[in-house]
């Protein structure tokens, strides 16, 4: 067996070597090879984990049918109050991908007769992952085992941890994610396939760490099959995630200000789990920390090897506390809550705006947190592809939609407790393989507000002229325009005219407050403090 991985190993070695040569031959004189991802140096952390064995290990059936074709995690073990609602929905970032059934706020309609989409740009997250380095389930499992070596006895509920170990990777896919984003591919080709000019190749950007750029390969294998080279040129850039090296410096201290809040919500919504918790432990000394471990690993055992027995010491109730964990995690590192959440995103608008108007980026050096190199060459900035696809991570995503200014996201999260009608969701919005598609739709006259479900229906405003659209779909569901823009007027259908959206562009860089977020003298104010992506 490991002769065998070894000589895989080194194949592998070779092919990618001559891989390698047969790119670096292909570069030009004048251009730097920008479309080589091999030998990459930048994957960051890469550990792999386990192999599963869920027909072995699975406990199932628990009494529902539950069989659904290729859908390999098991997810339908009994959670105390749930009644039928699914807890995999409440994991916030750590959910596996799923479109939010109850949506932004508005329904999808179909075009009209003679509208068409010209262009979609895509900001696509990566699949199902390991936990990160800096997760600290490693070293929670290795205390459990060493408590263990040294006696405890863990009882009831706990009683699986006497002969469990943690047997996870790193960071990298595990296979689910690799489905995630194959099935995206696919989702995405039926529909927005037409837009693929297949005379050219597209510029596809993504970065060096591993998961990242094997979700861009498991996406254009799903978007293009498995000749996806003859059709796509990935652009893979370094990624700050394993350099740690942020363009927008205090980003790294709004990252360090979600500490205080994340304490004192875990200590409030895992007291009374964690009494209980404590009581089943004998001489291990259980704390919030261990309760908060513990249900992490349901997540992630179940992405990695199929099942986890955690899951279950967990009530419904306790699973909308950690997606409220999730929510204030991510509004106040990346979105409205966070002090650089608008100039964080503020690049990838800047790169759309460029897009959508045909030209480079032009913004003066440090109010812009796009790379001026990249993003003013027609080769790894081109502006004539109909489909953009870039592949990201969670928190940019969330600051993208923060740099936009859709405000609909911006509600304030006590730390007592989710408010009424909560519209910013971190699993609604950024689960495991989530995306944002932008449509740009272009239609013969003015589409009226008042949408028909018919598809016959005309739908026009009579006697107006050609006008453009653009239209935000999150994970498949809309987000309605003017949720966030009073210029938008009110519709069905959630779309904005183009040119309004444009025109409400330009003020929000500005309110992004780039230069003075990123590099400026101030200094973290409490949790709750800031409420409008910019520092206060
Ligand atoms: C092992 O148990 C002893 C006695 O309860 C305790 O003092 C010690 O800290 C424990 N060590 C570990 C690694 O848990
Ligand atoms: C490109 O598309 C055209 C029209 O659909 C088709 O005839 C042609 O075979 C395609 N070429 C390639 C290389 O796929
Ligand atoms: C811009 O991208 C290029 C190519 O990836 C890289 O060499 C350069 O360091 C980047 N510049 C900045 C300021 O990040
Ligand atoms: C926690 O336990 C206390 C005391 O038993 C009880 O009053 C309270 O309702 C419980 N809270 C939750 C969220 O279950
Ligand atoms: C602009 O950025 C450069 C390096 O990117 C930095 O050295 C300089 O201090 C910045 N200037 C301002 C005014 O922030
Ligand atoms: C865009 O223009 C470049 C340079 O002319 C060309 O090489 C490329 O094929 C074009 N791409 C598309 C999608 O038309
Ligand atoms: C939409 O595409 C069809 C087919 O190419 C074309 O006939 C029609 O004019 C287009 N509509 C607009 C508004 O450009
Ligand atoms: C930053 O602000 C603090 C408090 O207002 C002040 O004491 C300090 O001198 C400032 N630092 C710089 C470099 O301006």
Not at 280 to 306: K, M, N, R
Not at 381 to 388: A, E, G, I, K, M
Not at 399 to 427: E, I, M
Request: with cysteine.
């Amino acid at each position: 067996m490991g002769e065998l991985k070894a000589a895989v190993v080194a194949s592998l070695a070779i092919a990618s070597v001559a891989q390698a040569d047969a790119v670096h031959a292909r570069a030009s004189k004048t251009q730097p090879n920008w479309f080589q991802t091999s030998p990459d140096n930048y994957a960051g952390t890469i550990e792999t984990g386990a192999a599963p064995f869920l027909a072995q290990t699975n406990p199932a059936p628990f009494g529902q049918a539950t069989y659904v074709p290729n859908a390999p995690l098991e997810t339908s073990e009994p959670i105390q109050g749930a009644n039928g609602r699914n807890i995999f929905h409440l994991m916030g970032d750590q959910s596996p991908y799923f479109s939010p059934q109850e949506g932004f706020g508005v329904d999808e309609y179909p075009l009209p007769k003679g509208v068409n989409i010209t262009h979609m740009h895509m900001l696509q997250r990566h699949g199902s992952r390991y936990p990160s380095s800096s997760e600290g389930l490693s070293s929670w499992g290795a205390g459990i085992a060493s408590a263990i070596k040294n006696g405890t006895v863990f009882k009831g509920g706990l009683d699986f941890l006497n002969d469990w170990t943690y047997n996870l990777g790193e960071e990298i896919l595990v296979p689910i994610g690799r489905q995630e984003l194959f099935d995206s591919g696919i989702l995405n080709y039926y529909n927005y396939g037409h837009l693929y000019d297949n005379s050219s190749k597209i510029v596809v950007r993504t970065t060096l760490q591993s998961r990242m750029l094997e979700s861009c390969e498991n996406f254009l294998a799903g978007f293009f099959g498995l000749n996806w080279r003859d059709h796509a040129n990935i652009l893979a850039t370094v990624d700050s995630a394993v350099t740690g090296d942020y363009a927008c410096t205090k980003e790294l201290e709004s990252l360090e200000s979600i500490e205080t809040p994340v304490g004192t919500w875990i200590e409030t919504y895992l007291k009374n789990r964690t009494a209980h918790l404590r009581t089943l432990t004998g001489s291990y000394d259980w704390t919030f920390t261990d309760t908060y471990h513990a249900q992490s690993l349901c997540p992630y055992e179940t992405i990695s090897v199929g099942y986890s027995p955690f899951c279950e010491l967990f009530s419904y109730e306790d699973w909308e506390g950690y997606e409220y964990l999730m929510d204030i995690e991510f509004a106040a590192m990346s979105g409205f809550l966070s002090a650089t959440g608008r100039a964080q995103g503020k690049y990838w608008v800047e790169e759309f705006l460029a897009r959508v108007e045909g030209h480079f980026v032009t913004a003066p050096a440090n109010q812009t947190g796009c790379n001026m190199t990249l993003d003013t060459n027609p080769v790894t900035f081109p502006l004539n592809q109909s489909l953009y696809l870039e592949f990201t991570h969670d928190a940019n995503i969330v600051s993208v939609l923060t740099a936009f200014g859709l405000t609909q996201f911006s509600d304030y999260l006590p730390l007592t407790g989710p408010p009424k009608n909560q519209q910013f969701s971190a699993s609604k919005l950024v689960p495991f393989a989530g995306r944002l598609n932008i449509e740009i739709i272009k239609a013969p006259h003015k589409v009226t507000t008042k949408r028909s479900k018919k598809t016959k229906t005309a739908d026009y405003v009579s006697g107006s002229g050609e006008t453009y659209y653009v239209h935000f779909i999150q994970n498949q569901r809309t987000i309605p325009l003017h949720a966030s823009f009073e210029a938008c007027e009110y519709r069905d259908d959630g779309w904005c005219e183009l040119s309004t959206f444009l025109e409400v562009q330009k003020k929000t860089l500005v309110e992004a407050e780039y230069s003075y977020a990123c590099f400026g003298n101030w200094t973290a104010k409490n949790y709750g403090a800031v409420r409008n992506g910019v520092p206060v």
